[in-house]
């Protein structure tokens, strides 16, 4: 099967991740009215909570951004890596790395809509074990990197020690 046949795959996956993401999004700041909840959120399971959460930065607050010019310098830098990942999963030939590809792009593009649009991401799962946070608070677009990396990372990992082995055999 060629790499072309994969594309709508890719696509479809990066378009539903975005619009579920933003629908996410959107339900939790209008509708439920999150944010005017403060810190006290919304238990939904005794692990899972929804809290607001406005991230100006990246990952774990790194680059955590002040001003304007901070702010559309995150922009470019994600909307950098997000081409990059396009350009990758347009000529990906595997089907799997495709639609993992898919997930970052669409998560990756959810994040530069907010903060387009917001000047900051809208965060809002909570998973806790009594005070303990194995995660900070994130949204669906940040689970959607995560598992589209961890996908592409175990593919990767797999795939070279298959690899290693059937040589190590000739």
């Known amino acids: 099967m060629s790499p072309a046949n994969h594309r709508p795959l890719g696509l479809t996956v990066a378009i539903a991740t975005l619009a579920l993401d933003q629908l996410i999004?959107?339900?939790v700041t209008y509708p439920l009215a999150l944010q005017s909840r403060a810190?006290?959120?919304?238990?939904?399971?005794?692990?899972?909570?929804?809290?607001?959460?406005?991230?100006?930065?990246?990952s774990m607050g790194f680059f955590h951004a002040d001003t304007d010019a901070m702010r559309w310098a995150?922009?470019?830098?994600?909307?950098?890596i997000a081409t990059f990942v396009a350009v990758w999963m347009w000529r990906?030939?595997?089907?799997?790395?495709?639609?993992?590809l898919g997930l970052v792009l669409g998560g990756a593009i959810g994040n530069i809509v907010d903060r387009v649009r917001?000047?900051?991401v809208v965060d809002y799962a909570d998973l806790h074990f009594g005070e303990w946070r194995p995660f900070l608070i994130f949204n669906?677009?940040?689970a959607a990197?995560?598992?589209g990396v961890l996908i592409l990372l175990a593919r990767?990992?797999?795939?070279r020690d298959k690899g290693a082995k059937t040589e190590t055999l000739k």
């Open 25 to 27: 999004k959107y339900t």
């Open 39 to 58: 810190d006290e959120g919304i238990d939904l399971l005794p692990i899972f909570r929804l809290r607001w959460l406005e991230n100006r930065g990246v």
């Open 74 to 80: 995150l922009v470019g830098m994600t909307f950098l």
């Open 92 to 100: 990906e030939k595997a089907r799997q790395d495709v639609a993992a």
């Open 118 to 120: 917001l000047g900051y």
């Open 140 to 142: 669906l677009a940040d």
């Open 145 to 147: 990197i995560t598992i």
């Open 156 to 159: 990767a990992l797999l795939l």
